[in-house]
């Protein structure tokens, strides 16, 4: 196999996915696989443009190479990139500059960067870099994320099950960029519900990550349009595309952690379109 696979993605409007299939929902929203030793896996969704990935770099470092889907010399010779790493530590090293990513830290890589490469600490407990990266208009400049970065919001409820940390890291006024805005979600212990009430954003789109599942574990995450709404089910992992027009909520069988990410017209978090949990159907 080689080091780096990339799969393409086309969009998918709400009058299809009201007919479609579970095995059709899954092919065309749900992105499995990401993390395999020694290799980078990369989907290019045609929403936004956005390329969702994941590096596992075990043995040896992983160079991030230049799909012909980009149609540049470099990958982001016209895009940004955030790496989030949920596995063991690890490095990321940036045109010669090496930045030391514990677990559940972050770099952002700004546009004009010619190479990156992935590396993790320890073989035995490998780094796994889940990588988002967005077209970009303007170089911003490369910056590790960690816990201190951004800002924390405490939301949510224990009588409603959605009590939750949201760890709001690459966003504006924190960490500037073009397009990626992304965070990072705890529900307290006994909460199982996300994103409640839930709401769409037609002005960009947002992809989920889930991890942190125990191995049987699952979370059921809602999509499609309020009154249309359909499910997948997920695994540790995993993650989900989201379109502008679909609602983005779930509800897991035990704890697990998230990581939200969106690209787009508007980077400002609380621009949401609510919907009343009683107009759902």
């Known amino acids: 196999m080689s080091q780096q696979t990339i799969e393409t993605r086309s969009s998918s409007g709400p009058d299809a996915v009201r007919a479609f299939s579970t095995e059709q929902l899954r092919r065309e929203f749900l992105i499995q696989d990401l993390f395999t030793p020694s290799h980078v896996k990369l989907v290019y969704s045609h929403v936004e443009r956005m390329i969702i990935g994941g590096a ?6 992983l ?69 988002l990266s967005a077209p970009a208009h303007r170089p911003c400049p490369t910056r590790k994320l960690d816990e201190g970065t ?8 224990k009588s409603t099950a959605n009590e939750r940390s ?70 540790e992992g995993e993650a989900v595309i989201s379109p502008p027009w679909s609602i983005h909520c779930g509800a897991g069988t035990g704890s697990y952690t998230f990581i939200w990410a969106m690209a787009g017209d508007n980077q400002d978090y609380g621009d949401m379109d609510m919907v009343a949990t009683p107009d759902l159907r």
């Open 150 to 157: 951004g800002k924390t919001l405490q939301l949510g409820d």
């Open 63 to 131: 160079q991030l190479q230049t799909p012909r889907e980009v149609g540049q010399k470099t990958f982001l010779a016209r895009r940004e990139l955030a790496a989030i790493n949920i596995g063991g530590a690890g490095t990321i090293a940036v045109d010669g500059t090496v930045y030391e990513i514990a677990p559940r830290e972050a770099l952002y890589v700004g546009m004009g960067a010619e190479s990156v490469a992935f590396r993790s600490t320890d073989n035995a407990k490998p780094a796994r870099f889940y990588l």
């Open 56 to 61: 596992m770099p075990v043995g040896w470092p």
């Open 166 to 235: 949201i760890h709001q890291m690459l966003i504006p006024g924190a960490v500037e960029s073009c397009q990626l805005v992304f965070g990072m979600t705890t529900l307290a212990p006994g909460s199982v519900w996300n994103t409640m009430p839930c709401h769409t954003h037609s002005r960009r789109n947002e992809v989920y990550l889930y991890f942190d599942l125990a191995p049987d574990a699952r979370v059921f995450h809602f999509m499609g349009e309020p009154q249309e709404t359909r499910h997948l089910v997920m695994a």
